[in-house]
């Protein structure tokens, strides 16, 4: 009998030895994107960190902007795919609903090198480059934010969540609640990110409409 024919064909050995290439190019990316700026970070300074040379650098990655796209949706990959995993381990849609916003904050809070990655694709960065982050990130921020809808949607079904507004409009508003506490935490090197979750928790629940004594 043959095997399934959705099940995922195994990488050859030669495809296992490229992605480790790619791998090793983009940590020591994020390495010197992460010391240094965009603009200032080279090619030469990456080759150097992730002790290649540049031919061997270029036969991977066409350019800068090409590695620099590669780190951010890794990142992205990661942090989404972690996501996930929070919400198949949650029970009920308020405990859904907190695990996203929890997990954003552990999240950049243990990986803040990311943040400054994430920051500097989608502000003040060249128009071309960041179109190109948000065509390869849509698809995966579609199918999250979908997820994020439903479980909204059982809230308001199960009378969790105060009716009024539409689950998508709740999603959206979820989804963006981490953002102005991460900022005001890049801004401000003295503030504990992890202290502001409760405060985040908290507009959670009054937009959600949740009763908590």
């Known amino acids: 009998m043959s095997e399934p024919a959705q099940e995922q064909r195994k990488p050859s050995r030669k495809e296992r030895e490229l992605q480790f290439r790619l791998n090793l190019v983009m940590d020591a990316a994020e390495e010197v994107f992460a010391e ?7 090619v030469e300074d990456i080759a150097e960190k992730a002790e290649i040379s540049v ?11 090409d590695i620099y796209r590669a780190v951010v949706s890794r990142a992205q990959e990661g942090y989404f795919d972690r996501v996930e995993e929070r919400l198949d381990e949650a029970r009920g849609p308020l405990d859904k609903v907190h695990a996203v916003v929890s997990y954003s904050f552990e999240h950049f809070h243990r990986y803040a090198r990311h943040f400054r990655l994430y920051v500097s694709a989608t502000n003040g960065f060249q128009w ?11 698809a995966r921020q579609t199918q999250f934010r979908t997820r994020l809808t439903d479980i909204c949607q059982d809230g308001l079904d199960q009378g969790i969540f105060k009716r009024g507004v539409p689950a998508e409009v ?10 102005p506490f991460l900022l005001v935490w890049l801004e401000r ?25």
């Open 170 to 179: 709740l999603a959206i508003n979820v989804a963006n609640i981490p953002h």
């Open 128 to 138: 071309e480059l960041r179109s190109k982050l948000d065509a390869e990130a849509i």
């Open 36 to 42: 240094t700026t965009f603009a200032r970070a080279s």
């Open 55 to 65: 031919g061997t650098l270029y036969n991977l990655f066409r350019s800068k902007e």
């Open 189 to 213: 090197e003295t503030v504990d990110l992890m202290g502001l979750l409760p405060h985040a928790l908290t507009l959670v629940d009054r937009i959600l409409g949740v009763d908590v004594d």
